[in-house]
């Protein structure tokens, strides 16, 4: 059963009075919030899938991790593809790529009805996808041999078998364990991954850099034989890469259980070392008052940030609402954003950001996951806000089952495509589990949904 829901949108006039910190910036303390309502299930585009929604319903589990639009608005998602217990197709489970038009049917020209896989090592977990400039896709993956792991395919969906051992690499790490959580490809067409480094003893943790030829070889030039661990103990939450191949790290210092975080972004040269011009020492320091969710820098260098919210002094593992503020490149909050009215999001409980994309006209989309009513399961929950901050809609969609959303793709059209894992619990205790595609229409959000109520 398909249920849609809007979150009606409630923008308080209040001013609130920023503390400004050299070098620093800092968000306001109070924050009214928006509570939920019931509206017409009208929102998904009913010419894709079947009315609106794709499930990609196939005889093993699979769970999506993420998705890319390719030029032509087809669709390419991510997963993991797992193999039941004794079964000798696979060991435990493989990556996956599965395609799709851009109406949301499965490509038939891509691998075997739309779909490629690999087997890299024992235990494959999908994680992150890119497109290199010639239309090749490469897969970044762990295992459970405790390997980075990827693997290229080509256009048509077989495996580029001139990239490492035959299609795939897999690295393992000296004394550390390296969990990629970011794929960048670099004006020479490096390869560069970016995740957390946790010591063997885990005591401490830490980002790294790890950096591949074109051709799938570690390179032993960068860093320590290709791994290079810079003296920072923040986390990575959002990674660019410029056009003249500098690199922007931005995250959280301190723990994810902390409301009193730090976000710093630093900025280092090509070959993995500091730029010591930008900032201080290469680092620029945020203020924030609640803990951090998800970031995204935009083009200009700003960074969109969603915080937690702690409404009626709720618990971390409690309830939370979600807020959405930007920073400029220097550091400081834009005052612009939102006119200084600033707002948060309830959409049920615990609500969590998972990704945020903007369009070429600068409209903001956020997907996250809630869980309303008494249900401890999660739907998907999107935000849309216009070029200045100000929101213009909210909507939950619940499938009957519970959904995690992965990536959230805008389509030339201005029609945007939440992609995701359902997984109906009913089936069994472990569930069963497919990629779901929401693709909505752009038109409904041009409305605040009534009634207005704040708490």
């Known amino acids: 059963?398909?249920?849609?829901?809007?979150?009606?949108?409630?923008?308080?006039?209040?001013?609130?009075?920023?503390?400004?910190?050299?070098?620093?910036?800092?968000?306001?303390?109070?924050?009214?919030?928006?509570?939920?309502?019931?509206?017409?299930?009208?929102?998904?585009?009913?010419?894709?899938?079947?009315?609106?929604?794709?499930?990609?319903?196939?005889?093993?589990?699979?769970?999506?991790?993420?998705?890319?639009?390719?030029?032509?608005?087809?669709?390419?998602?991510?997963?993991?593809?797992?193999?039941?217990?004794?079964?000798?197709?696979?060991?435990?489970?493989?990556?996956?790529?599965?395609?799709?038009?851009?109406?949301?049917?499965?490509?038939?020209?891509?691998?075997?009805?739309?779909?490629?896989?690999?087997?890299?090592?024992?235990?494959?977990?999908?994680?992150?996808?890119i497109i290199q400039p010639d239309n090749k896709i490469i897969a970044m993956g762990q295992n459970s041999v405790g390997t980075v792991e990827l693997a290229r395919f080509n256009p048509d969906g077989s495996l580029d078998t001139t990239f490492g051992n035959g299609g795939s690499t897999q690295t393992w790490f000296n004394a550390h364990l390296f969990s990629s959580d970011y794929i960048e490809l670099q004006p020479d067409n490096n390869i560069l991954l970016i995740g957390a480094i946790s010591d063997l003893d885990l005591q401490t943790a830490r980002y790294g850099f790890a950096r591949y030829d074109p051709d799938g070889n570690l390179d032993t030039n960068f860093g320590n034989n290709g791994l290079l661990i810079p003296d920072a103990s923040n986390l990575v939450q959002a990674v660019t890469i410029k056009a003249d191949g500098k690199i922007l790290i931005a995250g959280e210092t301190a723990r994810f259980d902390s409301r009193d975080p730090d976000i710093t972004v630093t900025r280092y040269n090509p070959d993995g070392t500091k730029d010591t011009e930008f900032g201080d020492d290469g680092i620029i320091t945020m203020?924030?008052?609640?803990?951090?969710?998800?970031?995204?820098?935009?083009?200009?260098?700003?960074?969109?940030?969603?915080?937690?919210?702690?409404?009626?002094?709720?618990?971390?593992?409690?309830?939370?609402?979600?807020?959405?503020?930007?920073?400029?490149?220097?550091?400081?909050?834009?005052?612009?954003?939102?006119?200084?009215?600033?707002?948060?999001?309830?959409?049920?409980?615990?609500?969590?950001?998972?990704?945020?994309?903007?369009?070429?006209?600068?409209?903001?989309?956020?997907?996250?996951?809630?869980?309303?009513?008494?249900?401890?399961?999660?739907?998907?929950?999107?935000?849309?806000?216009?070029?200045?901050?100000?929101?213009?809609?909210?909507?939950?969609?619940?499938?009957?089952?519970?959904?995690?959303?992965?990536?959230?793709?805008?389509?030339?059209?201005?029609?945007?495509?939440?992609?995701?894992?359902?997984?109906?619990?009913a089936i069994s205790d472990a569930g069963e589990s497919d990629f779901f595609l929401l693709r909505y229409l752009n038109s409904p959000f041009n409305q605040v949904y009534l009634p207005l109520t704040s708490r």
């Open 287 to 425: 203020l924030a008052n609640e803990t951090l969710q998800h970031l995204l820098f935009q083009e200009n260098n700003d960074l969109l940030a969603a915080m937690s919210i702690f409404p009626d002094g709720g618990s971390i593992d409690n309830d939370r609402d979600i807020a959405l503020t930007k920073y400029r490149a220097d550091g400081s909050v834009d005052p612009d954003f939102r006119s200084n009215e600033t707002s948060s999001i309830d959409a049920g409980r615990l609500e969590q950001t998972v990704a945020i994309t903007v369009s070429p006209t600068g409209q903001i989309i956020l997907v996250g996951t809630t869980s309303t009513g008494n249900s401890e399961f999660f739907d998907n929950f999107i935000v849309r806000y216009a070029p200045d901050g100000s929101i213009e809609g909210a909507i939950t969609t619940d499938l009957g089952k519970e959904e995690i959303p992965c990536q959230v793709l805008i389509q030339s059209d201005g029609k945007f495509v939440v992609v995701g894992t359902t997984q109906d619990f």
């Open 1 to 129: 059963m398909l249920r849609t829901h809007a979150i009606a949108v409630a923008t308080l006039v209040t001013l609130f009075a920023v503390a400004a910190v050299p070098g620093h910036a800092q968000l306001p303390t109070h924050i009214p919030t928006i509570a939920q309502t019931e509206r017409p299930a009208d929102d998904l585009d009913p010419t894709f899938g079947t009315n609106g929604q794709v499930i990609s319903d196939l005889t093993n589990n699979t769970d999506a991790a993420d998705a890319v639009l390719l030029p032509d608005d087809r669709i390419l998602v991510l997963g993991t593809l797992f193999y039941p217990e004794g079964s000798t197709d696979g060991e435990g489970s493989d990556l996956m790529l599965m395609r799709f038009t851009s109406d949301g049917v499965p490509d038939p020209t891509f691998g075997e009805n739309g779909i490629a896989t690999a087997n890299v090592a024992q235990g494959d977990k999908a994680q992150k996808l």
